[in-house]
């Protein structure tokens, strides 16, 4: 093949593979918000506001870019993830590219380029690059506005670059490529630090042009020059310089009186004339080394500048502002995520600290105090920087009795599972050994958070539920029936409906890790240097990352997005692997149809075998449940509402739906959780939109950073504090009113935790708190018994807000947490109103629960709920389990409503909204069953016993499902799973109870009775 024929199709191919991939993740792409981050990306995107550390200005200005395009408010979010798609089908044109490279390298290394090779080498790539667009982390970033699609395309972008730059070691300007290299990893610190992951790899590409040979000693001297890069750049240039910003701005305001930020323009240009006068002195004097060094260090701080846009727009009081990196030194802060506190990969302390806590002593036998990180806040009154908490010998330091090396067990919340995981005995309360950290961290860590996540995407996919080292969920699976019944050590024969056909269950066969292995072997034996060029990436991107990030136990949600990179190389080894088999069936017998007849027999193995297994549950264009999820909560709010929420899901897609389509304005939304930062407070005490700022009587200065963290409990008075009484408390200076927790610091304290908050019942009447007509159940006061330690900032903050609403605006709350502190220990003095509680002055007893939590009031119920939209078109939709956990809350509501329905006599609007729930929340599809178990009841209740059968027969078939596959099980995985089999019996037991209760069918009573004894006798061996 000529090589300008072969180069033709590289490119045509190339495109294919783009669109292709462009096709399919538009076609997939979800329509609007999704859940997590991707609320509050879309958002500051769109006005280039201030997101969370350590930010993604880059992200968030292309984000604007692609809004202007969305037509209309409501398309925003669309434009927004479809520079996702876009950017993850550069990914794999990159991807391709950088793969022809690397097997035409092996393909030609003796030889000529035939025709052969030339539609192996192509062929090859092709199948690699389109295993990675149909892969599962990958494509599930693809699609929703997330910082990892593009982090990726930058990761192959930078690749791609290096290997161009390679070609043109030897040609003059060849190093326009370094400077250009430079350029895209300073912009990728404006979208994630995972696309830094890949120097090493780069540097190794010139490190391989460097050495001729390898020695043991100049391969050590390699490494640590690549890592050293690494370093050098994440850990050095950037912190150093912003310090540098930080140190300028300090002294030329304090120290010489001169205007704020000046001190930052005047580092700017130190800079600038820095760079100007290096550059001109290595050119005069040809210092080519050290010139082009220079010019790679300024490209990259020119790529860096994208961050310019937070300090600028963080100025402009942007409504999202968090952490208001609004000077050079809260920058800094910003870009070290100052507000997640400080930890130590490779030395820290342990959770088991809780038990054993030992100061560390100096030589006198007294604590050694340390100090902290000075605070700086800009006082406009003085004209300079002013500290504003302790930091002078503030800390005590503890001792190293509980510390050690490569610490992997540090939470103490998640003590439980690392003893588990690591084999430690629960009772024990000693210093886990290093050789138990490690156990955590190969066992877990690399095992379980790493190399089940890279099966996933190559060998197959058990279900879309979250795992916990359980057999059931979130476990890799092949399809491969003995293979996966010995990993599992469960049949796979006679699997409830459920369990096969959840979408999520993904099967390959193995097929495409198979690819990969081979592939690995093959480039590791034919091209070594290029092997460990692509291990290097492979490991920063997968293990490194996992190292780094020291992930706990059963975190919130699976973490596979963020260790994507490490699947792009895999994937690189799938079409490495396609070669390896042309080019060993080719050495027997050598033919054009052999060299087209192998990709694609592996095109149909791998990528295609992919894509049909992925598609249904990685499509997205129908789906509208985190939409339609955070409008029922805003609709659940009165106008001019405060609604505090807690978590992401029930923030950002809220955040997304008042700033991109200005939808419920009027409403101020407080996350409990942000609100323990003086920067959130401040924001919140400010106008926006409609939205009136929050009742408060503190002020900054009585809040700020270091003042009142936390205020402790003495207890000296019994008696209850009129609320207001209490935040005058709180509010004052008076030494009486604090307590010396140690040596010189002192601390607010209150001296009861017994408060009481007066009802203006005419203020309630008259702002709609309560309706007229349940004005005789208004009390007369609520009394609130918070916590008998201690008050930290956020909850003081809260109790601010309660006391001085007097009853103006309505109080909401979102739920899903059950701590009493969140719904400010009035969890008595609630009202279920659609999807939102509002605190009334009614008290309701709760019995059941976070479930059963707040008065009903029917008729307001009922309205919000005819309202609601469920979020899911088209009849074969897929509920992913973000949805599928959000919509307990729908059910549960739903239920509650045609219970208070049924007491009042309503039974058309009972029957109406009972089959509103079962109509459009199926059952199979929407599982939780222990919240469907209400139907059969309810519908005899309303004397339809037909539905209440239908409803019964629908969950006793998946009951019994479950139960006969468990009773296949053997002895030793039966008392694993007692558990889950006694669930199941309960849950069967409770529609039998009903069905014996209610039933006036004898026939149909007899046969379910008859049923459940016999699903009981399934076990009777078992149990014996």
């Known amino acids: ?65 692609f809004a202007m395009f969305s037509g209309s408010s409501s398309n925003v979010a669309y434009m927004v993830n479809f520079m996702s798609g876009l950017a993850s089908a550069f990914t794999i044109l990159f991807m391709f590219w950088s793969l022809t490279n690397l097997i035409k390298r092996v393909a030609i290394k003796d030889s000529e380029l035939t025709t052969n090779k030339g539609i192996a080498i192509l062929g090859s790539a092709f199948v690699g690059s389109l295993t990675y667009t149909f ?34 070691f030897s040609e003059p300007r060849g190093n326009k490529w370094l400077i250009l290299i430079s350029l895209v990893i300073g912009l990728s610190f404006g979208v994630h630090i995972l696309s830094l992951l890949v120097i090493p790899s780069i540097v190794f590409i010139y490190l391989n042009h460097y050495y001729k040979k390898y020695t043991i000693k100049n391969f050590i001297i390699a490494n640590v020059i690549a890592i050293g890069t690494l370093i050098f750049i994440f850990k050095f240039l950037f912190p150093f310089t912003l310090k540098f910003f930080s140190a300028s701005e300090l002294f030329f305001i304090n120290n010489l009186g001169l205007p704020f930020h000046t001190g930052t323009i005047i580092a700017g240009i130190i800079i600038i004339v820095a760079f100007y006068f290096g550059l001109n002195y290595t050119r005069n004097h040809k210092q080519y080394l050290a010139n082009t060094a220079l010019l790679s260090i300024l490209f990259v701080m020119i790529g860096f500048s994208c961050w310019l846009m937070l300090p600028i727009r963080a100025n402009t009081n942007t409504t999202i502002n968090e952490n208001n990196p609004s000077s050079a030194r809260e920058l800094l802060a910003y870009y070290n995520r100052e507000q997640y506190g400080d930890s130590n990969i490779f030395y820290d302390t342990y959770y088991s600290s809780k038990y054993d806590r030992q100061p560390a002593l100096d030589a006198n036998g007294e604590p050694i105090m340390e100090d902290v990180e000075p605070k700086y806040e800009m006082d406009k009154e003085s004209g300079k920087y002013i500290i504003v908490n302790d930091y002078k010998k503030v800390r005590e330091k503890t001792s190293d009795k509980h510390k050690g090396f490569i610490p992997r067990m540090v939470m103490p919340s998640s003590e439980p599972y ?89 099967l390959y066969y193995g097929i495409p890790f198979l690819l990969g292995m081979i592939g690995l072997f093959y480039q590791s034996s034919k091209d070594k240097r290029n092997f460990y060029n692509l291990l290097l990436f492979f490991a920063f991107t997968g293990f490194a990352i996992i190292f780094y990030t020291n992930p706990r136990p059963f975190e919130p949600r699976e973490r596979d997005y963020a260790i994507v990179g490490s699947f792009y190389i895999f994937a690189m080894w799938v079409g490495f692997g396609v070669y390896a088999i042309f080019e060993k069936i080719d050495s027997l017998k050598s033919s054009k149809a052999i060299a087209v007849a192998i990709p694609t027999i592996c095109l149909l193995a791998s990528p295609i075998l992919m894509a049909s297994q992925n598609w249904d549950d990685h499509d997205r264009s129908n789906k509208y449940t985190a939409y339609f999820n955070a409008k029922a909560y805003l609709d659940s709010c009165d106008k001019n509402a405060i609604l505090f929420t807690i978590g992401d899901n029930d923030t950002f897609p809220l955040w997304y739906m008042q700033e991109v389509e200005g939808y419920r304005t009027d409403i101020k939304i407080i996350n409990t959780s942000l609100l323990a930062t003086d920067w959130y407070i401040d924001q919140m005490k400010r106008k926006t939109y409609d939205a009136a700022p929050i009742p408060s009587q503190l002020t900054h200065e009585q809040y700020r950073f270091g003042t009142l963290d936390v205020a402790y409990h003495t207890g000296q008075v019994k008696d209850r504090w009129d609320i207001h009484n209490f935040m005058k408390w709180i509010s004052v200076s008076n030494k009486k009113t604090y307590i010396e927790i140690s040596e010189g610091k002192y601390e607010k304290f209150y001296p009861t935790n017994k408060l009481r908050l007066t009802v203006d019942k005419q203020a309630v009447l008259k702002n709609g708190i309560v309706k007229q007509k349940d004005a005789d159940l208004i009390v007369d006061y609520m009394d609130l018994d918070v916590d008998d330690r201690g008050l930290t900032k956020n909850r003081i903050l809260m109790l601010d807000i309660l006391a001085n609403n007097n009853w103006e605006r309505p109080i909401y709350f979102t739920g899903g947490s059950n701590a009493d502190e969140e719904y400010l220990w009035l969890k008595d003095h609630l009202q279920l109103d659609g999807l939102a509680f509002q605190l009334v002055p009614i008290k309701t007893e709760n019995k059941y629960g976070i479930l059963g939590m707040g ?170």
Not at 152 to 160: E, G, R, V
Not at 931 to 938: A, D, K, S, Y
Not at 988 to 1001: G, H, L, P, R, W
Request: charged share 25%.
């Open 1 to 65: 093949m000529k090589e300008n024929t072969y180069q033709k199709w590289n490119i045509i191919l190339g495109w294919i593979v783009f669109i292709a991939s462009l096709i399919t993740y538009t076609l997939t792409l979800e329509p609007t918000v999704s859940f997590w981050d991707c609320g509050e990306y879309i958002s500051t995107s769109v006005k280039l506001e201030v997101g969370h550390p350590p930010g993604a200005p880059l992200f968030q200005m292309l984000g604007a870019f």
């Open 135 to 168: 892969s599962d982390s990958f494509w599930f970033s693809a699609v929703e506005a997330e910082v990892y699609a593009m982090s990726s395309f930058l990761m192959a972008l930078l690749f791609w670059l290096g290997l161009k730059w390679e070609k043109s």
């Open 418 to 506: 690392y003893k588990s995981i690591a084999g430690i005995p629960s009772k024990s309360q000693e210093k886990p050994t290093f050789a138990q950290n490690i156990t955590f961290m190969v066992k877990y860590q690399f095992g379980y958070m790493y190399f089940r996540y890279l099966f996933w995407n190559f060998i197959g996919k058990q279900n879309d539920e979250q795992g916990r080292m359980d057999p059931f969920n979130g476990n890799w699976l092949s399809g491969i029936k003995p293979l996966d019944q010995f990993m599992l050590d469960l049949p796979q024969d006679n699997l409830p409906t459920e369990v096969k056909e959840n979408k999520g269950r993904n």
């Open 855 to 1024: 008065r009903v009031d029917t008729d307001k119920l009922y309205a919000q709920i005819k309202n609601w939209d469920f979020g899911h078109h088209g009849e074969d939709f897929y509920l992913d389990p973000e949805s599928r956990k959000n919509s307990i809350s729908y059910r549960n509501n739903i239920s509650r409503l045609v219970e208070a329905l049924i007491n009042e006599g309503k039974l058309d609007k009972a029957e109406e909204m009972l089959d509103l729930s079962y109509e459009k929340m199926p059952i199979e599809k929407y599982e939780q069953y222990g919240v469907c178990l209400g139907f059969p009841e309810q519908y005899y209740l309303l004397n339809k016993p037909e539905k209440a059968q239908k409803a019964a027969d629908v969950l006793i078939n998946i009951f019994q499902e479950k139960l006969i596959y468990f009773s296949k099980l053997n002895s030793s995985n039966i008392n694993y799973l007692f558990d889950e089999i006694e669930t199941e019996f309960k849950l069967y037991q409770t529609i039998a109870a009903d069905i014996n209760k209610y039933e006036k069918d004898e026939t149909y009573k007899k046969k379910v009775e008859d049923e459940f004894i016999a699903h009981i006798k399934l076990f009777e061996d078992m149990m014996n």
